[in-house]
């Protein structure tokens, strides 16, 4: 049994103090085996607040594997933003913009969809790399064929039901098509602050499905409508997975709902 929390959007500079420090407590009363950060630690990419995200996540008392967001890339220093965008996040954050993690029931693999520059005038829209998602087949396929496979990226392979026009990830349905061929079981993402699953199909002949679990925002003050809150998942050897929702109630942490 693997123990997961799911953090997303912690947006440093633009937090809640009080919902900061009861994270941190609350984490560290109870530490899971690791803690996936699907992007977006920053507000702007300024230097002090990847201090504060980067000191947040030293804080925590259990492995963390994270990858950036949109937020996570320099919007003002243009010629940082172009040459090396990711220079604050491995100076402050970890050296991987694609990390990988494993036990000996899953294997949690990174992917970057932040991007320096994409077409139009919304640069915040992500998208997965034709090279990026070969390296990712060859990278999934050298892991011991008996592990769970967890993918962490950024932003969503599709909107809420609510809000079918909301803006998804850069080619998704070829994401998707490698992730059901490579038999990812769980797909952890935020970038829009509201908590959904969606299920897909791995193979027609049997039962196996995979989860795609967006996450609200853990910390800041940029809701969309949600309270904060974050994902306590387990993981089982036999594929099973439990979601609890934590969400803030402005005073505490509390259960919002569990899933199987």
Request: aromatic residues 8%; positive net charge.
């Amino acid at each position: 049994m693997t123990r997961i929390v799911h953090l997303s959007d912690l947006h440093f500079d633009r937090v809640d103090r009080r919902v900061v420090e009861a994270l941190r407590d609350e984490i560290n009363a109870d530490p899971p085996d690791l803690i996936a950060v699907s992007g977006d630690l920053t507000q702007r990419a300024h230097r002090h607040e990847y201090r504060s995200s980067g000191a947040f996540l030293r804080s925590l008392n259990a492995p963390v594997l994270a990858v950036p967001g949109n937020h996570d890339i320099t919007y003002l220093n243009m010629l940082e933003r172009f040459l090396d965008p990711y220079r604050r996040w491995r100076r402050f954050v970890s050296r991987d913009v694609e990390p990988i993690w494993r036990d000996d029931t899953v294997a949690v693999v990174g992917l970057n969809t932040a991007r320096r520059f994409t077409f139009g005038l919304d640069w915040s829209k992500g998208r997965y790399g034709v090279g990026q998602l070969r390296k990712f087949r060859r990278r999934v396929q050298e892991l011991p064929p008996n592990l769970f496979r967890i993918v962490v990226a950024h932003h969503p392979l599709h909107p809420p039901e609510t809000e079918p026009e909301l803006a998804i990830v850069g080619r998704a349905e070829r994401a998707l098509a490698c992730f059901q061929k490579l038999r990812i079981g769980l797909v952890l993402s935020g970038h829009l602050h509201r908590d959904y699953v969606h299920t897909h199909a791995v193979e027609a002949e049997d039962d196996t499905r995979m989860l795609i679990v967006q996450a609200s925002t853990a910390t800041s003050t940029r809701l969309r409508g949600e309270p904060n809150a974050y994902h306590r998942l387990t993981v089982e050897p036999s594929g099973e997975v439990l979601i609890e929702v934590r969400a803030w109630d402005g005073e505490r942490w509390r259960t919002a709902r569990a899933r199987e």
